[in-house]
């Protein structure tokens, strides 16, 4: 869809990472660290400072006790942080579960293991599992399951329960979980719940966040790896060999940026002002925006206007009304058919209201074709 917006120059809410830059003062205190001489390897964890600030994060805003030196572990950014958790646990013939949509690294990298994809749909509109589909599927051939909450592309948060119920079934079968939680602290009117805070997941569990998420820098790719001491040192073992350490100028500013926790306090609300200004931009359309509980998307709901498949919907919208959206449908792996598009809205706010306005203005014109 980026390509073909580019190709038509069209406004561009397709891509899920923001279109502006860091905050200037975390730009400045990478820079300084490079000048500070913070150019060699950092250490195989990754450096202390960095890791206290996870910690506190979890400690100061999810209501978790964490070890900075024994649970947590700095990784090359989410994506290489659940292969190196997979990685850790399975190996050939081991049965991972995952949830669909689900972002699209966690098939390939449990098959790349030798593992064997169950997957389990998650339906509209909720996008939450339906638990006692999960309880039947999750057997004690299930080495591991992956979640990822709050959920891209849904938005879907879950609740205290659900994280309880997912302790109970694991718990029964020993089952581990691999959370990701990149957009943790992306929630809007309910909280995330970390595995973490539920005794039945705390030693079980890696949780998989990123910086780049958390701060508008995805391209710098810094993540992070909890787990219990237990579970750290295996991880250590195979992060140690594929990952060894992670870009060290970028760990020192932002361990100097984060320390007051003050930017990921402000981040909610920063996003949910965005969140605002598209809903105002689709207002008096036909879109039907659904209930976006956390993460930067937002699913908006065409049903009442077309009737073709959201890949076609998506591609005219980008050629005809100059507007990129992502269809569902890539990110699922079977026939299910959702009638919603996902919107980014980490954008600038007059990008995401020209986009609001393009695609409004397009639902009543394919309304008034529909009739
Ligand atoms: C659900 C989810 N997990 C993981 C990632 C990747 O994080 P990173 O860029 O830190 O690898 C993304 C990025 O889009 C994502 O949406």
Not at 189 to 197: A, C, D, F, T, Y
Not at 338 to 344: G, H, K, W, Y
Request: hydrophobic residues 40%.
């Amino acid at each position: 869809m980026t390509a073909l917006a580019q190709e038509v120059g069209a406004v561009n809410v397709s891509q899920g990472f923001p279109d502006f830059n860091p905050p200037e003062a975390l730009v400045s205190a990478v820079s300084q660290a490079m000048i500070d001489g913070f150019n060699q390897y950092a250490p195989m964890p990754g450096l202390l400072s960095l890791r206290e600030v996870v910690a506190s994060k979890y400690h100061h805003l999810l209501s978790c006790h964490v070890d900075p030196e024994t649970e947590v572990t700095i990784t090359p950014g989410g994506t290489a942080a659940i292969f190196t958790a997979l990685a850790a646990l399975v190996g050939p013939g081991d049965r991972v579960m995952i949830f669909d949509p689900a972002y699209d690294s966690y098939a390939p990298s449990v098959i790349t293991l030798g593992g064997t994809v169950v997957r389990l749909p998650l339906n509209a509109p909720s996008y939450l599992p339906d638990w006692q589909r999960v309880k039947e599927m999750i057997t004690p051939d299930t080495k591991a399951v992956i979640i990822n909450n709050p959920h891209n592309p849904s938005g879907a948060v879950w609740s205290a329960d659900d994280v309880a119920t997912l302790g109970a079934i694991c718990d029964n079968v020993g089952c581990y979980v691999i959370a990701d939680e990149v957009y943790d602290l992306i929630t809007f009117e309910k909280p995330h719940v970390s595995v973490l805070s539920e005794p039945l997941l705390r030693n079980r569990s890696f949780v998989i966040s990123s910086f780049g998420k958390l701060i508008h820098a995805t391209g710098w790719k810094v993540g992070a790896c909890v787990a219990s001491a237990e579970l750290t040192k295996e991880f250590r073992k195979v992060h140690q060999f594929i990952n060894f350490s992670v870009n060290t100028p970028a760990q020192q500013g932002l361990a100097t940026f984060l320390q007051s926790l003050q930017s990921l306090t402000d981040l909610a609300p920063f996003l949910n002002k965005k969140r605002m200004i598209l809903e105002e931009s689709l207002h008096g359309s036909l879109w039907k925006r659904r209930v976006c509980y956390g993460t930067y998307f937002q699913l908006i709901d065409y049903a009442d206007f077309w009737d073709g498949t959201d890949v076609d919907l998506a591609r005219l919208l980008t050629t005809k009304y100059g507007v990129a959206t992502i269809p569902l449908s890539p990110f699922t792996n079977d026939e299910q058919r959702d009638t919603a598009l996902r919107v980014c809205f980490a954008k600038q706010d007059h990008i995401i209201r020209l986009a609001g306005e393009r695609l409004a203005q397009a639902s009543l014109e394919l309304g008034s074709q529909k009739v």
